[in-house]
T-cell receptor, first 115, second 110 residues
Framework: DAGITQSPRHKVTETGTPVTLRCHQTENHRYMYWYRQDPGHGLRLIHYSYGVKDTDKGEVSDGYSVSRSKTEDFLLTLESATSSQTSVYFC??????????????FGPGTRLTVL | QKEVEQNSGPLSVPEGAIASLNCTYSDRGSQSFFWYRQYSGKSPELIMSIYSNGDKEDGRFTAQLNKASQYVSLLIRDSQPSDSATYLCAPSGSARQLTFGSGTQLTVLP
């Protein structure tokens, strides 16, 4: 398995509170991604990073921010959580080079509930 | 809006049969195509990658790609109950991004 961990694995929080999810990789891959997965919507890209301090928005970035200060860590922050952000969040990594440059490998996920 | 459509499920097949999963995509610029398997409550797991038109076989799995028709499929031969999962199709897009279909839920009946 790709060396990807996510923390916390489960979190329950209240509307209006800030929440930070962490993704940590030991593969030294350049690209990192945050997705959310909801019934009926599949996996949707929130933000991604193509290097340290290099990030860009995905399909559903409103209400989320990210930071990447080290190759191995990619943080997702919900500045003020809302009930619509209740979801399962997955981190993924990709080497970004070579023949299989688009292959992405997923972390175990974080189940977030916003009450 | 780039779209990925997968055959609506759930799909049920008897053990030992061939399961056929289909996917169409709208982005003609897609160059690489991936199939992920996701067990309930787990994260997606990459099971097949295909980059060229034609067939690619890996064990009991065969991926088929037709870029002209914007169609990719996954065949699972000799289906086993352990193959019961949701299968996600993911063509590549721009900037090292993938676009995921909503998935097809497969159940293999013993």
């Amino acid at each position: 398995d790709a060396g990807i961990t996510q923390s916390p694995r489960h979190k329950v929080t209240e509307t209006g509170t800030p929440v930070t999810l962490r993704c940590h990789q030991t593969e030294n891959h350049r690209y990192m991604y945050w997705y959310r997965q909801d019934p009926g919507h599949g996996l949707r890209l929130i933000h991604y990073s193509y290097g340290v301090k290099d990030t860009d928005k995905g399909e559903v970035s409103d209400g989320y921010s990210v930071s990447r200060s080290k190759t191995e860590d990619f943080l997702l922050t919900l500045e003020s959580a809302t009930s619509s952000q209740t979801s399962v969040y997955f981190c993924a990594i990709s080497e970004g080079t070579g023949v299989d440059y688009n292959e992405q490998f997923f972390g175990p996920g974080t189940r977030l509930t916003v009450l | 809006q780039k779209e990925v459509e997968q055959n609506s499920g759930p799909l049920s097949v008897p053990e030992g049969a061939i399961a056929s999963l289909n996917c169409t995509y709208s982005d003609r610029g897609s160059q690489s195509f991936f199939w992920y398997r996701q067990y309930s409550g787990k994260s997606p797991e990459l099971i097949m990658s295909i980059y060229s038109n034609g067939d690619k076989e890996d064990g009991r799995f065969t991926a088929q790609l037709n870029k002209a028709s914007q169609y990719v499929s996954l065949l699972i031969r000799d289906s086993q109950p352990s193959d019961s999962a949701t299968y996600l199709c993911a063509p590549s897009g721009s900037a090292r991004q993938l676009t995921f279909g909503s998935g097809t839920q497969l159940t293999v009946l013993p």
